[in-house]
């Protein structure tokens, strides 16, 4: 079956422009995660839904960055006046429930900030 | 949360077996043990994992203390194909099930 998807694949943007990223997780997976790889780094959580819901946000690094799910499927992370810093590949990954359940990982959506 | 420590990097040769540790001395007893790997420019992939009791699967077999303060992953005969930044994770469930990854192991499986 279909795995974890996420488009676009790359992203180059301005300094001050905000990014949508977008997440299609496996069908009928309820939880969905974001993390973020910066060049060279282990992966960082960011932010977790169960349904619509976000129980976990703790990981966002600032205000700047902001996450929805609606209708329990497709995801999306918006970054608001993006920075430098902001560059890192950014990984969706779902899981068929919460507990106990392994997580599945798309390809990644790779973001340069110029 | 509990932390997980693993070498920076490892060479194993093609057909011999490959055998990754990872240190996660302050695990608590309702915490699993995964392990992913990522082959370069790819999302992570799923391996093993782990509460008690090794594991096997037909990626790798999975060996865990009885203390359960490491583990060791087992790929029983590495291709090149096998070479990976391997990452060990322990799942922490605090009403949330996030991930803590470290910075993994870059395994080079060598011809």
């Known amino acids: 079956g279909a795995g974890v998807s996420q488009s676009p694949s790359n992203k180059v943007t301005e300094k001050g422009k905000d990014v949508e990223l977008r997440c299609d997780p496996i069908?009928?997976?309820?939880?969905l995660y974001w993390y973020r790889q910066s060049l060279g780094q282990g992966l960082e959580f960011l932010i977790y839904?169960?349904?619509?819901?976000?129980?976990?946000k703790s990981g966002l690094p600032s205000d700047r960055f902001s996450a929805e799910r609606t209708g329990g499927s497709v995801s999306t992370l918006t970054i608001q006046r993006t920075q430098q810093e902001d560059s890192a590949v950014y990984l969706c990954?779902?899981?068929?429930?919460?507990?106990?359940?392994?997580?599945?990982f798309g390809p990644g959506t790779r973001l340069l900030v110029l | 949360d509990a932390k997980t420590t693993q070498p920076t990097s490892m060479d194993c040769a093609e057909g011999r077996a490959a055998n990754l540790p990872c240190n996660h001395s302050?695990?608590?007893?309702?915490?699993?043990v995964y392990w992913y790997r990522q082959i370069h420019s790819q999302g992570p992939q799923y391996i093993i994992h782990?509460?008690?009791n090794n594991e096997t699967n037909e990626m790798a077999s999975l060996i865990i203390t009885e203390d359960r303060k490491s583990s060791t992953l087992i790929l029983p005969h590495a291709t090149l194909r096998d070479t990976a930044v391997y990452y060990c994770?322990?799942?922490?469930?605090?009403?949330?099930?996030?991930?803590?990854f470290g910075t993994g192991t870059r395994l080079k499986v060598l011809a």
């Open positions: 782990g509460l008690k």
């Open positions: 069908s009928g997976h309820t939880a």
């Open positions: 302050t695990i608590s007893g309702n915490e699993y």
């Open positions: 994770i322990v799942r922490v469930v605090s009403g949330t099930y996030k991930y803590i």
């Open positions: 990954a779902s899981s068929l429930g919460a507990a106990e359940e392994t997580q599945y």
């Open positions: 839904f169960q349904g619509n819901s976000a129980p976990d």
